[in-house]
């Protein structure tokens, strides 16, 4: 059982007394919600994802601080890999001409980029391997906007599909649907829980955002996805598939089955 919905039964103070009264009182409740137990094989694979995403956000910091001190001796070039990649080609080119002492740091912001790149694909590829023997993944990674990163993701976090009763739910449980606040009879609806998962949540909304670059109004089968472009800013647009990408792929864990696109 998830922590925080044993927490409420605990009646004062916390210690192993308390905490087992509260534990047998929440698990008689009949709409508790209990964590599936994964295999050693999907923890090590989430181990992978966790590795992977911290190193990722070290290399960003790496390159930003690397851009932000270059720009300090008037060395700027575009965003983006392109724009690192002439980046440190410039710098390569003009470190002789720059103070001995920051030559050398930033030299050393560069060989660790490097050797973070080096270990990201490293991983990458070990991911991409189990999802080529994972029936779950494979089939996950059907569709659009879910690739092998995404479709390991969810088939390590998700041992059991049946856990979740609706697609809904699903959904919820990765902090996509709308969060209440509602009182009196009256009903609001805000933004996004956020609640869940954070990072199959990013992963989704970044293959949500890729789907939405590529669709085009007339479209076969995309003309939900065009409305929502017209009548919503692109950040909700692309929430708003990503909830859709959610409950599909609850359907296809569900009924252990492949995506097949509409026609119209």
């Known amino acids: 059982m998830p922590p ?52 990722v956000r070290q290399r960003t910091m790496q390159t930003n601080a690397l851009r932000a001190h270059l720009a300090e001796l008037g060395i700027v070039a575009a965003q983006g890999v392109d724009g690192l990649s002439s980046l440190k080609a410039h710098f390569q ?73 609706t697609a809904r739910q699903f959904a919820a449980w990765l902090g996509l649907t709308p969060r209440a606040n509602s009182s009196g009879g009256k009903e609001r609806q805000m933004g996004i829980s956020k609640q869940g998962d954070a990072y199959i949540r990013r992963l989704l909304v970044s293959g949500a955002s890729a789907v939405m670059r590529f669709t085009r109004q007339g479209d076969p089968g995309k003309a939900w996805l065009a409305g929502i472009k017209e009548r919503k800013r692109p950040k909700v647009a692309a929430v708003a598939q990503a909830n859709k990408t959610a ?9 252990n089955e492949v995506f097949v696109a509409r026609s119209a």
């Open 93 to 165: 080119r003009v470190m002789r001409s720059l103070p001995e002492h920051a030559a050398e740091a930033l030299q050393a912001f560069i060989r660790m980029a490097d050797g973070l790149v080096d270990e990201i694909e490293r991983l990458e590829s070990r991911i991409l391997d189990w999802h080529r023997t994972n029936d779950a993944s494979r089939r996950l990674a059907t569709i659009p906007g879910i690739g092998p990163i995404t479709a390991s993701a969810i088939a390590a976090n998700v041992p059991d599909a049946s856990l979740f009763k």
């Open 247 to 255: 409950r599909i792929a609850w359907a296809i864990l569900r009924r």
């Open 4 to 55: 925080a919905y044993v927490k409420p039964y605990v009646k004062r103070g916390k210690t192993d007394a308390s905490d087992a009264e509260a534990i047998c009182e929440a698990v008689t409740r009949p709409t508790m919600r209990f964590v599936a137990v994964k295999s050693e094989e999907q923890q090590a694979v989430l181990i992978l994802h966790k590795t992977r995403e911290l190193l």
